[in-house]
């Protein structure tokens, strides 16, 4: 098995996930980004074999590939952040486009897979600040070049299904989407949780900027648990190979931020911490997205199993944990393990 962006988020969460239930993994990507991270704090290069990748070079990810021969895929590496495409759109696109095309191509040329999920976002979709979820059909697009790279993305896709993928015999894929996830170990920059949490460990003000704006929150399990149920109906045929999926949580747990923000102050002790701050000229960013997942709940039998209360409770005890000594491979290890008996 062989997940690209691994050394991410929502990579490192997959990657334990995986090992813990036997999986031999094999990681390729870049290396954290972050520091600390989720990676490191796990030593996951102990649980999987890690190896440093940029999916950019068609040649280095061919030779992962050749050694690894992985019978499935799931493919998350990506330039994952809207602020940063502003200033790097270049970066973004050749990452999120080529070397999603990249990926794609090895798939193609390694006789031994059988199966990928490929990752996107919610942001593939033109966003038009509707009130019902967006369904699988509905018009890909954007404004800000993350948005354009990932809709870009599922348009690779698409082309790589209607050539390489069409014959008998192929690999069997399909693409996810899924939106705001949090969990334990996410610092990324310009996230609400992980800017929370930084406020409040140096004792800042925690500042928003859209208090209104609304985000699909869901524990970062959730989506993960939905590619690994895609990936085992492509392997049973009960997948449409080609096809596009939704992992989303159901409506009542559309939140807007300043909730979220409030709530993490508030469980860690500081209720008074959230500041509305107002900034000029500032990018654009959606105030209102949503996906529609009842293809995943009618055919995958796929659904959230925590709530938006259970999801903010794991996620800041996670954090507070951490903050309070305890490690993060036991605390990782204990989430996965009540989501699953949940």
């Keep these: 098995m062989l997940i690209t962006g691994h050394t991410g988020f929502k990579g490192s969460w997959l990657a334990l996930l995986l090992a813990r239930a036997g999986a031999h993994v094999t990681g390729v990507a870049l290396a954290p980004h972050t520091d600390p991270s989720h990676f490191r704090l796990l030593s996951l290069g102990e649980h999987v074999a890690s190896r440093e990748c940029d999916i950019r070079n068609l040649d280095m990810l061919r030779h992962e590939f050749a050694s690894a021969k992985p019978e499935v895929v799931f493919h998350l590496a990506a330039q994952a952040f809207v602020r940063k495409s502003y200033a790097d759109p270049h970066t ?29 976002s919610d942001k593939c979709y033109k966003n038009k600040e509707q009130q019902h979820g967006y369904l699988e059909t509905d018009e890909l697009g954007g404004i800000d070049p993350y948005s354009v790279s990932k809709a870009a993305a599922e348009m690779v896709f698409s082309g790589y299904c209607a050539s390489t993928f069409s014959a008998d015999g192929t690999a069997r894929i399909a693409s996810a989407r899924a939106g705001n996830v949090i969990g334990g170990g996410d610092w990324s920059p310009d996230r609400l949780v992980p800017d929370c ?30 590619y690994v149920r895609l990936a085992v109906a492509l392997e049973d045929g009960s997948a449409k190979s080609g096809s596009s999926w939704n992992f989303g949580p159901p409506e009542h747990a559309i939140h807007e931020v300043q909730e979220v923000a409030g709530l993490v102050a508030s469980q860690w002790g500081r209720a008074d911490a959230v500041r509305v701050v107002t900034e000029r000229n500032s990018m654009h960013e959606s105030q209102l997205l949503q996906l529609n997942s009842a293809k995943a709940h009618s055919q995958l039998s796929w659904a959230t199993r925590w709530d938006f209360s259970q999801t903010m409770r794991h996620t800041i005890g996670w954090y507070r944990g951490l903050h309070d000594g305890r490690l993060a491979l036991d605390l990782t290890s204990d989430d996965i393990a009540a989501y699953l008996a949940s």
């Design 92 to 120: 973004t696109f050749s990452t999120n486009v080529l070397g999603s095309a990249n990926v794609l191509e090895c798939v193609a040329q390694t006789s031994s897979v059988r199966t990928l999920v490929y990752i996107t």
């Design 197 to 226: 949490v930084r406020a409040l460990e140096r004792n800042e003000t925690i500042e928003i900027r859209h208090p209104h704006a609304t985000r699909p929150w869901q524990h970062v399990l959730e989506p993960l648990s939905g």
